[in-house]
């Protein structure tokens, strides 16, 4: 059994940064690929950016690519999303999800537990 809570939404004007974090439960974590998503009013889930086991390797959507950051701390069981330039259209709840038996994840249904969001308002 995995446990995530993400925490540090919140609001922010545009142009602003915010870091969300992911704490993590179990001794397994260090062997789960970790990932964030998002989610929009009307829209679907969207990836938004992974990172591996070793936290070797990120990737990130197109959509925000240059204006995050992921990266993880095993020791903490924790992951964190750095966002910087926020825009409104990053008005979202963002989730984190980890990913067993992957080093990297970047598709939903590679993931199998979730947490259950937090609530990012950028105002215009």
């Known amino acids: 059994q995995v446990q995530l809570v993400e925490s540090g939404g919140g609001l922010v004007q545009a142009g602003g940064s915010l870091r969300l974090s992911c704490a993590a439960s179990?001794?397994?974590?260090?062997?789960?690929?970790m990932g964030w998503f998002r989610q929009a009013p009307g829209n679907e889930r969207e990836f938004v950016g992974a990172i591996s086991w070793s936290g070797s390797s990120t990737h990130y959507a197109d959509s925000v690519k240059g204006r995050i950051t992921i990266s993880r701390d095993n020791a903490k069981n924790t992951i964190y999303l750095q966002m910087n330039s926020l825009k409104p259209e990053d008005t979202a709840v963002y989730y984190c999800?980890?990913?067993?038996?992957?080093?990297?994840?970047?598709?939903?249904?590679?993931?199998?537990?979730w947490g259950q969001g937090t609530q990012v308002t950028v105002s215009s």
């Open positions: 999800a980890a990913a067993p038996d992957f080093v990297i994840a970047t598709l939903e249904l590679e993931y199998a537990y």
């Open positions: 179990g001794r397994t974590f260090s062997s789960y690929a």
